[in-house]
């Protein structure tokens, strides 16, 4: 079993993109594993050898005691965002790697890992900032607010030694992630992200990660200029490690990201190309016909969905 692992979350609907993630990972880091929490059913839509070498983990196979109430409790958003420590611990203890990083499904790698391990020779947990300098003072989105908002840290990664430090820091967020994940901006919670901005106080050994191609996403285009060289793609003075497509629209593939708009393509051609590779990859994985996939977890005002066979 590989001893460097990346984990993912998603829903059926997401699968295309934990694929193309994991094929990206492969593609720059061969001695790397991913394994994608399956927050959903198979239940013979899909078959998990198409995911193969990715190893696809499905929620009720943790038998995990608190699910049942957390899926009763959370939107799909919220479930799959509160779900995210769990399977890190399980795999944490499973396979008993050395360390692991989590990677939202919406991300594609571009270099090695290399230096984000080296960040983590000397600490226990590396998160990365949404932002580390000043939007211009506009009417245009996002600004600070926004950031002061969701979270100082982005959920989407995370990196985690497994030392004590890393694992009580687990731990702690997995008791939290039960019943405290709600999408509520009026009780100061954005799923599981806001809960980052306590860990730097909490826990020893946090590493704020300023690589600037790493967690590179519409929110920090600001301070990040995308070049090229000999094929390789490079943020500032770093490499690009990986791409977040946070708020990627398959519908209106003309725009960044349907949660801003500071920026465009004609401002940014090399970006232009990121976004051709990503939407190439989903095609390629059936992105298309798995978004009609509906989740067995899914909730609608009435409670979760009866037609996929669970009660309310």
């Known amino acids: 079993m590989a001893k460097k692992i990346v984990v993912t979350t998603c829903s059926l609907h997401h699968l295309a993109q934990a694929k193309a993630l994991g094929d990206s990972i492969l593609k720059f880091n061969p001695d790397y594993k991913l394994i994608i929490g399956l927050v959903d059913k198979l239940n013979g839509r899909v078959l998990p050898e198409y995911y193969f070498p990715h190893e696809l983990i499905e929620v009720e196979t943790m038998h995990l005691p608190e699910f049942e109430g957390m899926y009763k409790r959370y939107t799909t958003l919220e479930l799959n965002c509160a779900l995210k420590s769990f399977f890190i611990d399980h795999v944490l203890n499973t396979y008993s790697p050395d360390f692991i990083f989590f990677l939202d499904s919406d991300i594609l790698v571009f270099d090695s890992f290399k230096s984000v391990e080296a960040a983590l020779s000397d600490h226990s947990i590396l998160v990365t900032p949404h932002i580390t300098s000043s939007f211009p003072k506009d009417d245009l989105r996002p600004q600070e607010k926004d950031i002061l908002k969701t979270g100082i840290f982005n959920a989407g990664f995370l990196g985690l030694r497994n030392d004590s430090n890393g694992q009580s820091m687990i731990r702690w967020l997995k008791e939290r992630m039960v019943d405290q994940c709600y999408e509520r901006p009026k009780e100061g919670l954005n799923v599981d992200q806001k809960w980052l901005n306590l860990v730097p106080l909490f826990f020893e050994s946090v590493k704020i990660l300023l690589h600037a191609g790493c967690n590179i996403a519409y929110w920090n285009l600001h301070e990040r200029i995308i070049h090229k060289e ?83």
């Open 230 to 312: 000999n094929e390789r793609y490079f943020v500032n003075n770093d490499s690009l490690i990986f791409y977040h497509y946070s708020g990627f629209s398959w519908e209106r593939p003309e725009i960044i990201s349907k949660h801003q708009d500071r920026f465009r393509f004609t401002d940014f051609p090399l970006l232009k190309e990121l976004f051709d590779f990503y939407r190439d990859a989903l095609i390629k994985n059936d992105h298309e016909k798995m978004l009609t996939q509906h989740s067995y977890f899914k909730k609608t005002k009435s409670g979760v969905l009866h037609k996929l066979g669970l009660k309310k």
